[in-house]
């Protein structure tokens, strides 16, 4: 059974920084890709982005430069470090899995294709 875990979230002011992360278990294959995703409530869920197992990345225009995903293998844990945070970065952040045969060339998994999502870790910023 795959499971993903985010943890990291809080509170943090303006202009400042937090590291969520997001633990894998459960996995079969190596070669996946990991989405994350934040929800305001009342709003749709937006994709911030996703990093592939190869360690390509791709960013929502809104998080470019100031988000950043990575990822450790031997942990099998994916980040998200989130710098020059905004009030509204407030959100609940999920990451989501899909794992694949071998990765796709040149596109990336639309939202409804991840098929494992974390409970979520909710990031307040305050102005």
């Known amino acids: 059974q795959v499971k993903l875990v985010e943890s990291g979230g809080g509170s943090v002011q303006a202009g400042g920084s937090l590291r969520l992360s997001c633990t894998v278990s459960?996995?079969?294959?190596?070669?996946?890709?990991i989405g994350w995703f934040r929800h305001v409530r009342g709003k749709e869920r937006e994709g911030i982005g996703a990093?592939?197992?190869?360690?390509?990345?791709t960013y929502a225009d809104g998080v470019k430069g100031r988000f950043t995903f990575s990822k450790d293998d031997t942990k099998d844990t994916l980040y998200l470090q989130m710098n020059s945070l905004k009030p509204e970065d407030t959100a609940m952040y999920y990451c989501?899995?899909?794992?694949?045969?071998?990765?796709?060339?040149?596109?990336?998994?639309?939202?409804?294709?991840?098929?494992?999502w974390g409970q979520g870790t909710q990031v307040t910023v305050s102005s």
């Open positions: 989501a899995a899909l794992f694949v045969s071998e990765l796709w060339s040149g596109e990336w998994p639309g939202t409804n294709e991840y098929h494992y």
């Open positions: 459960g996995s079969t294959t190596s070669t996946y890709y």
């Open positions: 990093i592939s197992s190869a360690g390509t990345t």
